[in-house]
């Protein structure tokens, strides 16, 4: 499972985690997230250097910082609720 909710210092956290070696990817600049255009698309993240499948197992691929960007903008602020949302994520951050 690619997003787990990590305990970091007693905080749980949602984490996006490697799909060859398990652990958290700890940031968007340090992952990559690709998928294999099948049926159902199968999504895989990986850390960037030292899981990195290659293009030739995971041909379509980006950073994972793109992938969030992306995410944003297909389910971001113009959505409704987006604003109480954010307020919920940033109480949460808080805690």
Known sequence: MPLKI???????????????????????????????????AILLYFHKIRCDPGHEVIPFRHDLDVFMVWLQWKYGPQTKGWKDADR????????
């Open 6 to 40: 990590v305990d970091i210092g007693g905080n749980l956290c949602p984490m996006f985690c490697c799909d060859k070696c398990g652990e958290p990817i700890k940031g968007p600049d340090s992952g990559l997230m690709g998928w294999k255009h099948e049926e159902p």
């Open 88 to 95: 919920r994520a940033d109480w949460l951050e808080r805690m």
